[in-house]
């Protein structure tokens, strides 16, 4: 699309992409799940609220290095960067697959207290980090292998986004390991404390950030980016309620 109609069309077709996929998941879940009633939309919103502020911190945590890159960096480092990410985005689903896979698992075994049980599903789960790694190194690869002209062209950025990638790809493994720590949260009805680990994790990124651009650009962001997992992962192990 890009090369025919232009970044504009592409971000249109993409756009609208999203738009339908939200639409067929909304009226998925709609026949698997009746919506609410009226009067349970207060304790819904309750719920809903804390996770929303969640996704959004998570959000900001993905793109906020992102987006301090051209304050403080060359333009070639927002490229670098922007390669990178597209190599990881194979990386974030593979783990948001399989985390979301054994979620379902996890949250009924720590719901009725059968800790051995969440604990197995836990480790099910930490396999998501192999194949999110796995999945990042092996997309782009496969796609550059089946469009030598696309390499041809990526090749200048090539070597600058091989490290963003590495450290982008083990943001995506942390992720994978956390999301089910997470989930066993706000299973235990602990919505609010697993938003204020992901509003940490995001301050953490943001706050390593700007030093980090400045001193290594792209790498650097990248780098920023796999600090807030880990914060927000030593916080959720450090609350979940897995062990005895």
Same mark, same amino acid.
């Given at each position: 699309v890009g090369p025919s109609r232009g970044a504009e069309g592409a971000a249109a077709i993409f756009t609208l992409a999203l738009t339908a996929a939200a639409i067929g998941q909304g009226a998925a879940l709609r026949r698997a799940s009746p919506p609410p009633r009226m009067t349970q939309?207060?304790?819904? =919103?309750?719920e809903a609220a804390p996770l929303a502020v969640s996704l959004?911190?998570?959000?900001?945590?993905? =793109?906020g290095p992102f987006l301090m890159l051209p304050l403080w960096a060359p333009a070639s480092e927002t490229g670098a960067y922007g390669l990178a990410w597209l190599g990881a985005q194979a990386a974030l689903v593979a783990a948001t697959g399989v985390s979301g896979a054994c979620g379902p698992r996890l949250s009924a075994a720590v719901g009725r207290g059968d800790l051995?049980?969440?604990?197995?599903?836990?480790?099910?789960?930490?396999t998501a980090g192999g194949a999110a790694a796995l999945a990042a190194g092996g997309a782009p690869a496969l796609v550059l292998a089946l469009?030598?002209?696309?390499?041809?062209a990526l090749r200048p950025g090539l070597s600058?986004?091989?490290?963003?990638?590495? =450290? =982008?790809a083990a943001a995506a493994a942390v992720q994978a390991v956390d999301a089910p720590l997470g989930a066993a949260l706000v299973a235990r009805g602990r919505g609010r404390t697993e938003t204020a680990t992901q509003l940490w994790g995001g301050a953490v990124t943001l706050a390593a950030a700007p030093p980090?651009?400045?001193?290594?650009?792209?790498?650097?962001?990248?780098?920023?980016?796999l600090l807030g997992g880990v914060a927000r992962l030593g916080l959720n192990a450090s609350r979940a309620p897995l062990r005895r």
């Open positions: 939309a207060r304790e819904w =919103l309750a959004g911190a998570r959000g900001l945590v993905l =793109l051995a049980a969440a604990r197995t599903a836990m480790r099910v789960a930490a469009a030598p002209d696309l390499a041809d600058s986004a091989a490290a963003p990638l590495a =450290l =982008l980090l651009v400045i001193a290594f650009g792209a790498t650097g962001a990248a780098a920023a980016v």
